[in-house]
């Protein structure tokens, strides 16, 4: 009889002590193991200097399409020292990227050919005031705060070190953009003998980190 209680609690002990379900792969799971992405965290840092979105342009960006295409938001600044009033300018932005050509075994890249367009906004009362009273109504027909553009450019980059093994490298990205926008196309149309296109195009160089 002693002998069966015996046996009878260890089979008891075996089960109370077990571990539940799943908890063997658990422990399995390599280390080095980080949670998924979750779906809206961004997939680059953005920083940018002039190119008609700002004086210094900064902001976050995901990448689609199998890397070729790059959706930013921005978020640029014009202080007063360079425009007739401070501009807050926040800008939706798309690249698109057809080709990536390697550069050697050190991971360099370049991708020769960037055509994009975006869409900003701009925050600034002094708009309007610089407006206001000064003209007949109707003189100024298009928006002072809402702006579209075009650019095409390229870019050339670097990979990082990968922030775990096997996982693929960070990039971080030299970027140039040639562009314009509907009010400076506008004005060279109505006046191509005063006007130059370089006269109405923008250039803006530029920053881009993968987290």
Request: aromatic share 14%; net charge positive.
């Given at each position: 009889m002693r002998r069966f209680f015996s046996v009878c609690g260890g089979l008891l002990g075996s089960v109370l002590l077990a571990p539940p379900p799943g908890a063997a792969?658990?422990?399995a799971a390599p280390a080095d193991t980080l949670p998924?992405?979750?779906w809206h965290a961004p997939h680059h840092l953005v920083g940018q200097f002039a190119g008609g979105q700002g004086l210094i342009t900064a902001g976050v960006g995901y990448r689609l399409n199998r890397n070729r295409l790059?959706?930013?938001?921005l978020a640029g600044y014009v202080p007063r020292r360079y425009s007739i009033t401070p501009m807050g300018?926040?800008?939706?932005?798309a690249t698109f990227m057809p080709w990536t050509v390697p550069l050697g075994p050190r991971g360099w890249a370049v991708r020769p050919l960037a055509l994009g367009g975006y869409l900003s906004y701009t925050a600034s009362k002094g708009l309007n005031a610089t407006q206001d009273g000064k003209y007949p109504s109707g003189?100024?027909?298009w928006s002072a705060h809402g702006r579209v553009g075009g650019f095409l450019g390229g870019r050339i980059a670097y990979p990082l070190p990968a922030k775990?093994?096997?996982?693929a490298p960070r990039l971080v990205s030299l970027y140039y953009e040639l562009g314009t926008n509907d009010l400076y196309l506008a004005s060279w149309w109505g006046n191509p003998r005063g006007l130059s296109p370089l006269d109405?195009?923008?250039l803006g160089?530029?920053?881009k980190l993968d987290l």
């Open positions: 792969a658990q422990t998924a992405r979750r790059d959706l930013d938001l300018i926040f800008t939706a932005k003189y100024y027909w775990r093994p096997g996982a109405v195009a923008t160089v530029g920053l």
